[in-house]
């Protein structure tokens, strides 16, 4: 199965989550477990059915995480000799030649993306409309409400 790619920033945030899932919310649940046990019949606490709730989404979430991490091939921009070329973890300008109006987007991975934070996945329609154009060239990419037609603006390692 081929490595899915993620940016430094998108492992770091994955990384820190489990952090805190491992070190504080599991300890946290299981001390609520072991407090709602304490207050007798287990069939009718809702104390304890909640607790286990939780650390069932918990466990979860960190398997997810592992999993992720441990598929993904984390990809360092910065480190990447730049080619003139959109390529993955790039921020590119885009302008749009009908409205006379630039947008950026960061091209990161499909979990790590944020349009309102200006992160969009590499498999999204504009992604995969300017992969491995050059700085300079027009591109016509096909949204929801039609085609807009955009010009590479600017590409940047950052």
Do not use: W
């Not at 998108?10 to 820190?16: V, Y």
């Not at 304490?38 to 997810?64: M, P, V, W």
């Not at 934070?117 to 300017?130: E, H, L, M, Q, T």
């Amino acid at each position: 199965m081929p490595k899915v790619p993620m940016t430094v920033a998108g492992a770091e945030t994955l990384r820190a989550e489990l952090s805190e899932l491992k070190t504080v919310q599991r300890p946290k649940i299981s001390k609520a477990i072991a407090d709602a046990r304490e207050h007798g019949d287990l069939k009718e606490n809702a104390e304890y059915h909640a607790a286990r709730e939780q650390q069932s989404f918990c466990e979860g979430r960190i398997t997810e995480i592992e999993a992720k991490l441990s598929e993904s091939e984390i990809i360092d921009i910065s480190k990447i000799e730049p080619t003139g070329k959109v390529i993955f973890g790039t921020t590119v300008t885009l302008y749009n030649l009908e409205t006379d109006e630039s947008v950026s987007y960061q091209i990161v991975g499909e979990d790590e993306a944020d349009v309102a934070a200006g992160k969009i996945s590499v498999v999204s329609p504009i992604a995969r409309a300017i992969m491995g154009k050059p700085g300079g060239e027009e591109v016509v990419i096909k949204v929801p409400a039609g085609e807009v037609q955009y010009e590479i603006e600017k590409i940047e390692h950052i």
